[in-house]
C-alpha cells in the first residue's frame, strides 16, 4: 500500500524503538507523519530486547524509595566514560532524559516503572546507584492492537515458553520454584491458564512483557495518532532543495516515488551490525560476524547520510556492544543467535574458558565486558573458540543458553553440536580441542576455592552487580560453586554484537552534522544509526534504550517547534 499523500510534516525511516518515539512525539505534536519499515514489522531489535530503558535521575525513583540526582550521574558517567568526545550529547541526554519519560507517559501509550533492585554496571565507582536508573515497560495486552498485532516484531522464540508466552523477570524465580513452594506454584499454574485462553484466539501469547511491550506501546501511541506506517519498502535516496534535506525517494514494489517532508527526515534504521563491508571496516578481526541484533540492520541510515555529506562518529573506545552468544540450527533451517546477557554466565557452577582450557576472565561482569576480554584473549584471531564449562547439576538447575532449567532431552542440543557432552574432563577436553591435562587443571584450581564460595582468581561475586545476577539463594557466593557432577558440558560462545555504537554526528537537538560541525537542514538521527553517546563504553542497563527514546523525542519536539514557513517552501515547492 502505497502513502495516502505526497507531502508530510515529517518522515521517520525506521520503526525500531527509537523511530517509532520520534514519530509519536511530532505526532502528539500536531504534525503529520509518516514511517518507512523496510521489513514487514515494528519493533526492530528493541522487540527482543529486555527493554530495559537507562535514565539517570528520573522521577520514578522517588516511588521506589530511591534517590539519584544529575550531579551523581555525571560523577558516575565520568569514571565510566572518560573520553571528552560526546559529552556535550551526555548532557543533554542527562538533562533531558527524565523530561522525555514524563512527555512519553503524558502524551503517549508508552508506561515505564522504575526496577528498584538493578545495580549499574560498575557499582564501585562514584556516582553509581543500586538500582532505579533502570526503567521497564509495563505489561502491555497485545489484544489492543487489534489486527495491527500481527504487524509487531515476536520476540525471539528462546525467550519464550509453551510456544510464545512472554514472562516478566518476576515471573522467573516462582517458575523456577514451581512444585516446590505452593506460592510459586499457584502464579505459575495462573500465567499458563492465562496464555492457554490467550491461544485460543491469538497465534501467541498476547500478555507482552520487556522489550516487546516498549514496542507494543510506542506502535499503539502510532496508531492513536493515525500515524502511517509503510511497510516493506527501502529508501532509495534523501531528496535536497539547495542544502536542506526536503524529502525521500522509496523504492516500493517496483516503483520509485519522490515523498515531500515539509519539516524533515529522521534516520533510525538500527545501525550497521549485519553490514559485512562496514562491519570489517569498523570492527576488530577478531568479533567475526555474529549479531544479536535485527537482520535489517544493515547501514541504510548510513549510506543516506553519507549521500549529503554527513560526518561519521568514529570516536568510540569499541565500535559496538558485544555480548557473548552461543550460535544454533533453527527448525527452518536459519542460523539462531542466543545472547548470554543475565541467565547463565553468572550464576554458581560455570566457568569461560579459552583455546588453552584456562578461565580468562570473571565470568559475572557484564557481558559488554566479558566479550572485551574475549577479544583480548584473542589477540585479534579471527574465530578463536571459547567455551561455558558446567556440569549436570548446574545444566539442570540453571539451563544453558536456550536450554531451559530442568530440561530432561538434553541430548537434542548434543546432535545439533549445540552441546557437548561427556563423562569425564579428559574428554570434555578433546572434544573441544584442549589439552586434558590444562582443563582438568582449571577446574581442579576453581574447584579448589568454590567449595568455600570463593573465587581466587577473578573475585567473581565480589560487587552488588554480580551478586544481583548470581542465585541470592546459594550461599555463601550467588555466583560461586564448584563444578563436580558428571556429565559435564561444553557449549561454545562467540562474540556478538547487540548494536553498533558508531554511527552520524549529531548535536543536541539530534540534528545530523556535516564534517565541519554545521547541521545539515532537515535531517535528524537517533538510536543506532546516531553515533553512541557513551562512545562505546557500557556503564549500566538499557544505554542504548535510554539514548534512544531520549534523542527520538529531541528529534520529535524540535520538528515540532521549528517555523513552518522556514521549513514547508521547499518541500511545497516540491510536492
Known sequence: MMPAHETYDVIVIGAGAGGMTAAAVAAAEGLRVLVIEKTAFVGG???????????????????????????????????????????????????????????????TE???????????YYPERLG?????????????????????????????????????MMVNRLDIPHLRKAGKSLRSTLR??????????????????STLHLGNALAARLYASLLSRRV??????????????????????????????????????????????HDAVLRKRLFPAAAGFASATNKSATGDGLRLAAKVSAALNTDATSPAYWVPASLFPRADGSRGVFPHMVTDRAKPGVIAVNAA????????????????????????EPDRPFYLICDRAFLWAYGLGRIKPFTRGYRRYVASGELIAAPDLAELATKIGVKPSALTATIVNYNADAKEGRDGEFGRGSTVYQRHLGDIS?????????????????????????????GMKVDARARVLREDGTPIAG???????????????????GIMLGPALTFGYIAGRHLAEGSVASMTSAADASA
Open 523 to 541: 535531517l535528524h538521527a537517533c538510536g543506532n544509526d546516531m553515533g553512541s553517546i557513551m562512545n562505546g563504553n557500557c556503564p549500566g542497563p
Open 128 to 164: 553509581a546507584t543500586p538500582g532505579g536508573r533502570v526503567l521497564e515497560p509495563v505489561a502491555f495486552d497485545g489484544t489492543r492492537l487489534g489486527a495491527a498485532f500481527a504487524r509487531l516484531r515476536p520476540p525471539l522464540p528462546e525467550f519464550t515458553l509453551l510456544g510464545g
Open 357 to 380: 582450557g584456562r578461565r580468562f576472565v570473571n565470568e559475572a561482569l557484564s557481558y559488554h565486558e566479558f566479550v572485551l576480554a574475549m577479544l583480548r584473549d584473542g589477540n585479534g
Open 228 to 273: 502511517e506506517i509503510l511497510f516493506s519498502a527501502d529508501v532509495e535516496d534523501l531528496s535536497m532543495r539547495g542544502d536542506r534535506v526536503s524529502g525521500v525517494v522509496i523504492r516500493h514494489g517496483s516503483r520509485d516515488r519522490p515523498i515531500a517532508a515539509r519539516r524533515g527526515v529522521v534516520l533510525a534504521t538500527g545501525g550497521f551490525s
Open 474 to 502: 546459594h550461599k555463601p557466593n550467588p555466583c560461586v560453586a564448584p563444578i563436580l557432577r558428571a556429565p559435564f558440558f561444553a557449549m561454545r560462545i562467540h562474540p556478538a554484537d547487540l548494536g553498533t555504537a558508531i
Open 110 to 120: 508508552v508506561r515505564l516503572q522504575p526496577v528498584k533492585t538493578y545495580p549499574d
Open 188 to 205: 505459575a499454574a495462573r500465567l499458563i491458564s492465562e496464555y492457554a485462553l490467550q491461544r485460543l484466539r491469538s497465534p501467541r501469547g
Open 45 to 107: 531489535t528493541a522487540a527482543w530486547s529486555h527493554g530495559m530503558v537507562w535514565i539517570p535521575a528520573n522521577a520514578k525513583m522517588k516511588e521506589v524509595g530511591l534517590s539519584d540526582s544529575v550531579a551523581d550521574a555525571v560523577q558516575y558517567l565520568s569514571g565510566t566514560v572518560p573520553e571528552p568526545a560526546n559529552a556535550g550529547l551526555r548532557a543533554a541526554f542527562l538533562a533531558r532524559g527524565p523530561e522525555a519519560v514524563a512527555y512519553l507517559e503524558a502524551n
